[in-house]
T-cell receptor, first 116, second 112 residues
């Protein structure tokens, strides 16, 4: 089974802190994604990566950056955390079957981040 | 991106079939219809997808209207473990478009 793990289930940080959220997948997937999920807004894509050292902005990249130095690891960085970044953060990966309808995404369990 | 419309919530009795509707009137000919679900305290998981023909797998069936402007996810015999938020997503599958756009989905409650 595909496994996507996230470094923490719950995280509490203070405003202005630099925050790292780590995601690791064990299935040699090409693509990795970071979403945030808020009540009433569903899941929104922050950034994604289709290769090592490659990244693309999603729908809400402001206030975030990402790093993908190794294929299996995708990090989300909050340079200076703010209270409006309190949210559930979900990481996902997909095989990267270009043009294939079966390129499904596999999600981690999520990290609930609270910024005080 | 083409949009989907789903009811905010539905209820069903345990061990009965459940039909979850999705409208996608602006679907294009190359959009696939994907369904994911999110169980409580978990990330979403893939359920099923299709293009034109009805599809079946071990989790569910997907019925697609002839004009493709709507589809229905069918859980043949709902259990308490099927209580989740179900997302209907259109996906234009081509290289460089690996994104999924999630809406707010349908929250399915199963009544024992």
């Amino acid at each position: 089974d595909v496994k996507v793990t996230q470094s923490s289930r719950y995280l509490v940080k203070r405003t202005g802190e630099k925050v790292f959220l780590e995601c690791v997948q064990d299935m040699d997937h090409e693509n990795m994604f970071w979403y945030r999920q808020d009540p009433g807004l569903g899941l929104r894509l922050i950034y994604f990566s289709y290769d090592v050292k490659m990244k693309e902005k999603g729908d809400i990249p402001e206030g975030y950056s990402v790093s993908r130095e190794k294929k299996e690891r995708f990090s989300l960085i909050l340079e200076s955390a703010s209270t409006n970044q309190t949210s559930m953060y979900l990481c996902a990966s997909s095989p990267g079957l270009a043009g294939s309808s079966t390129d499904t995404q596999y999600f981690g369990p999520g990290t609930r981040l609270t910024v005080l | 991106d083409a949009k989907t419309t789903q009811p905010n919530s539905m209820e069903s009795n345990e061990e009965e079939p459940v039909h979850l509707p999705c409208n996608h009137s602006t679907i294009s000919g190359t959009d696939y219809i994907h369904w994911y679900r999110q169980l409580p305290s978990q990330g979403p998981e893939y359920v099923i997808h299709g293009l034109t023909s009805n599809v079946n797998n071990r989790m569910a069936s997907l019925a697609i209207a002839e004009d493709r402007k709507s589809s229905t996810l069918i859980l043949h015999r709902a259990t308490l473990r099927d209580a989740a938020v179900y997302y209907c997503i259109l996906r234009y599958t081509h290289f460089g478009n690996e994104k999924l756009t999630f809406g707010t989905g349908t929250r399915l409650t199963i009544i024992p």
